[in-house]
């Protein structure tokens, strides 16, 4: 009986990507014809905790723009914030973090 011989080849290396952080979501408050400036600006303060400056800023926003990024994070969180604003009688949606 014959002997056979293996022979070892090195196998070349495999190229693993690195995990690509991903991009952020996005809750978007929109312009609506029923709520007052003032009661979206009480919203932001009231919910978000923000200054009276900065919620006045994202309130013009809305309003001018029709609509302000007020929340960027993951998306089970933005999706809570989306479902707050609902709550508050605000129009908004979740949205990826444009690149």
């Known amino acids: 009986m014959g002997v056979i011989e293996a022979t070892r080849t090195e196998e070349s290396p495999v190229e693993v990507a690195a995990p690509v952080p991903d991009r ?3 809750t978007v408050v929109w312009d ?3 709520n007052l400036m003032s009661y979206v600006t009480h919203v932001f303060r009231e919910y978000f905790g923000l200054p009276a400056e900065r919620a006045e800023r994202l309130m013009l926003a ?4 029709g609509h302000a990024v007020v929340a960027e994070g993951a998306r089970e969180q933005m999706e809570l914030h989306t479902q707050a604003m609902h709550d508050y009688g605000l129009w908004a949606t979740v949205r990826k ?3």
């Open 24 to 26: 952020p979501w996005q």
């Open 62 to 65: 809305v309003h001018n723009d």
């Open 97 to 99: 973090a444009p690149e």
């Open 32 to 34: 609506d014809p029923v």
